[in-house]
């Protein structure tokens, strides 16, 4: 599973100027509680970005500080390495180490998740740059509309003014040797494209309908037999048949608005060196990529010889020189793995992390106990953080000019009740307060826009009244809550 990061930090500090204590600080705006698992990431990203400030000498032997965060599901494990990766802007994946197999049986490689990262970090190089030369491209795409719209004057009749209001004017152009008439034709063709020009940035001209000629982008279905795809396999089948099939061209009519969006797209091929930006990528990923290996639990264990269990050992082999340090062959050239940071993380409720392979445990030095959460840590994360729970049902049934007011003793209940049925059930952490606020605001999400009156009062009576017996009926909530 890939994360896509999204979503705006404080900038006001670089992250070389941030301390462990800064970082910390920055985590609890969306993470609570967990104090000794921030401090350890905390120190491990400032680990980072001590060693690269050391002679290369030296940094070429400080390893990451790798670790392993034990804890129940829903206590904030991913969330912390997600955000530490968004506050260091650095490409980012988290896989379930479930989803890898044995080397000869059918499944996913283990080296396919550096692919992925090296992917992940080539779009978000790829989007700096284009965000670099993006005002050159968008002026250098305006020039091109404006060709159309207004051809350049040339030596015969054929080009026309087509003036503001979309009318047929008289040919630029054409014969004639006075210098004097050819200059008022000069200015006044310059007029009229300014004019264009105004129009365009306004909006008025987006109706109307330009001819391009626009390249055809026809890939052949290919396929190939075996446990590994394409991409898999580092062959990229676009860049060996894209000069087979994109050679020709044809004409095509569409609105202004569109050849921009079209125009754009091309001309940001055109000013980005992809060769650069791969470069820069790897770079970027065997610098400061993080991995965050997830359920790395259920791979931990013995062989037992048979069953279902078959290949957890031979996981954590195939895992081992990912983790230690390798190199990878993706489509945009080899990747080492040195310095790649890896937060692994799972309950150990059945194994614990001395059934890891001695090898692999040697791997993650730092080993971080995430406490179970408390009726307090389920208020705090109702109310506190930056996008907390009541927040988003607020701002949601906002769209629809419905008003929720959450009463304090509301929000007790509702944390006193998720935490009953974390204790009766399975304890599913803070993912639990999502089904309990589903269950309670089930009516007031159907009625929406027809919802009268349109400020809803949530007390705890309120909660009261949709949750008690579907938390009391211990075989009901085992299906509801």
Request: avoid cysteine; hydrophobic fraction near 40%; proline fraction near 2%.
């Given at each position: 599973m890939v994360i896509y990061l999204e979503g705006e930090i404080d900038e006001a500090i670089q992250l070389d100027d941030m301390t462990p204590r800064q970082i910390v600080a920055?985590?609890?705006?969306?993470?609570?509680?967990?104090?000794?698992?921030?401090?350890?990431?905390?120190?491990?990203?400032?680990?980072?970005i001590r060693?690269?400030?050391?002679?290369?000498?030296?940094?070429v032997d400080v390893m990451p500080k790798n670790m392993i965060m034990i804890g129940s599901t829903g206590v904030g494990k991913t969330e912390i390495a997600r955000r530490l990766a968004r506050i260091s802007n650095s490409p980012f994946l988290k896989v379930e180490a479930s989803k890898f197999t044995e080397v000869g049986y059918v499944g996913r490689d283990v080296e396919s998740m550096i692919r992925d990262l090296t992917e992940i970090s080539v779009d978000m190089t790829r989007q700096e740059k284009i965000d670099e030369i993006a005002e050159k491209a968008e002026l250098n795409v305006e020039e091109m509309i404006l060709d159309i719209l207004l051809p350049p004057a040339r030596s015969s009749s054929n080009s026309y003014d087509f003036s503001p209001s979309g009318e047929e004017a008289v040919p630029f152009g054409s014969a004639d040797s006075n210098p004097e008439s050819n200059k008022a034709q000069s200015e006044q063709f310059?007029?009229?494209?300014?004019?264009?020009?105004?129009?365009?940035?306004?909006?008025?001209?987006?109706?109307?309908?330009?001819?391009?000629?626009i390249r055809e982008k026809n890939y052949p279905v290919i396929e190939l037999a075996g446990p590994q795809g394409v991409e898999e396999m580092g062959i990229n089948m676009k860049d060996m048949l894209g000069n087979l099939f994109q050679g020709r061209t044809k004409r095509r009519k569409m609105q202004v608005d569109e050849?921009?969006?079209?125009?754009?797209?091309?001309?940001?091929?055109?000013?980005?060196d992809m060769d650069q930006v791969a470069r820069?990528?790897?770079?970027?990923?065997?610098s400061s990529g993080i991995i965050f290996l997830d359920e790395i639990d259920k791979i931990a264990g013995r062989e037992s010889g048979h069953g279902p269990d078959v290949s957890r050992e031979g996981v954590q082999r195939d895992i081992l020189p990912i983790v230690e340090g390798t190199t990878v062959n993706s489509r945009y050239g080899m990747v080492r793995t040195d310095h790649i940071l890896f937060i692994a993380a799972g309950a150990f409720h059945v194994s614990k992390p001395s059934d890891l392979i001695p090898e692999l445990q040697g791997r993650f030095p730092i080993r971080v106990e995430l406490e179970s959460l408390t009726v307090e840590d389920f208020k705090r994360i109702l109310t506190e953080p930056k996008n907390a729970l009541?927040?988003?049902?607020?701002?949601?049934?906002?769209?629809?000019?419905?008003?929720?007011?959450?009463?304090?003793?509301?929000?007790?209940?509702?944390?006193?009740?998720?935490?009953?049925?974390?204790e009766h059930t399975e304890n599913i952490g803070a993912r639990r307060?999502?089904?309990?606020?589903?269950?309670?605001?089930?009516?007031?999400?159907?009625?929406?826009?027809?919802?009268?009156?349109?400020?809803?009062?949530?007390?705890?009576?309120?909660?009261?009244?949709?949750?008690?017996e579907t938390v009391k009926d211990q075989d009901l909530s085992r299906y509801i809550l």
């Open positions: 920055e985590l609890d705006k969306h993470v609570v509680g967990q104090r000794s698992a921030k401090r350890a990431v905390a120190v491990a990203l400032r680990n980072r060693r690269q400030k050391l002679d290369p000498e030296m940094a310059q007029r009229t494209r300014e004019k264009l020009r105004q129009q365009l940035r306004d909006g008025k001209l987006d109706s109307r309908l330009v001819e391009l000629e050849a921009i969006e079209y125009l754009m797209q091309e001309e940001e091929e055109r000013l980005i820069a990528a790897i770079e970027r990923v065997e009541i927040k988003q049902y607020r701002a949601m049934m906002a769209t629809e000019d419905v008003i929720i007011d959450f009463t304090d003793d509301a929000i007790n209940s509702i944390a006193n009740y998720a935490a009953q049925v974390n307060l999502q089904t309990i606020m589903e269950k309670l605001l089930e009516e007031i999400s159907f009625e929406g826009p027809d919802l009268e009156p349109k400020t809803q009062l949530i007390d705890a009576a309120y909660v009261e009244s949709m949750l008690s």
